[in-house]
C-alpha cells in the first residue's frame, strides 16, 4: 500500500509560478511510474504529465508543455509538478497519481493504483 499527498497548492495570479509536491509512504517509491492529474470545475479529471520510474523520460500534454516540469527524487519519495507562466484556465484541483513501471508515460488512469487526495491551485486574471 501506497499513501499520497500532495502540498504546496494556493493563489497565484496569472503568470506567475507555483510549485507543487507529491511525498509517498514506504520504500517502494521507485517502483512506480509518477503523474499529475487535474479537475476543473465542471469537468472530468484530465492526465497533464508523467514521469518513468527512474526520472529518465517524461511527457507532457499540449496544454502544460513548455510551462510546466515535472521532477521526482526517489530518495525523498517525493515528485514536483514545477508551475510556470500559469493562466487562469490552469485552476484546478491536481492530484498525483502512481502506476506500474510499465504503464508508459501516456498514463491512463483506469491503470493509476493509488492516488493522493487532491491539491487546490487557483490562477487569478
Known amino acids: 500500500q501506497v499513501q499520497l499527498v500532495e502540498s504546496g497548492g494556493g493563489l497565484v495570479q496569472a503568470g506567475g509560478s507555483l510549485r507543487i509536491s507529491c511525498t509517498a509512504s514506504?520504500?517502494?517509491?521507485?517502483?512506480?511510474?509518477m503523474g499529475w492529474f487535474r479537475q476543473a470545475p465542471g469537468k472530468e479529471r484530465e492526465f497533464v504529465t508523467a514521469i518513468t520510474w527512474n526520472g529518465v523520460s517524461t511527457y507532457y500534454t499540449d496544454a502544460v508543455k513548455g510551462r510546466f516540469t515535472i521532477s521526482r527524487d526517489n530518495a525523498k519519495n517525493t515528485v514536483y509538478l514545477q508551475m510556470d507562466s500559469l493562466k487562469p484556465e490552469d485552476t484546478a484541483v491536481y492530484y498525483c497519481?502512481?502506476?506500474?513501471?510499465?504503464?508508459?508515460?501516456?498514463?491512463?488512469?483506469?491503470?493509476?493504483?493509488?492516488w493522493g487526495q487532491g491539491t487546490q491551485v487557483t490562477v487569478s486574471s
Open positions: 514506504g520504500r517502494t517509491f521507485s517502483s512506480y511510474s
Open positions: 497519481g502512481a502506476g506500474p513501471r510499465a504503464i508508459g508515460l501516456i498514463m491512463p488512469q483506469s491503470r493509476v493504483l493509488y
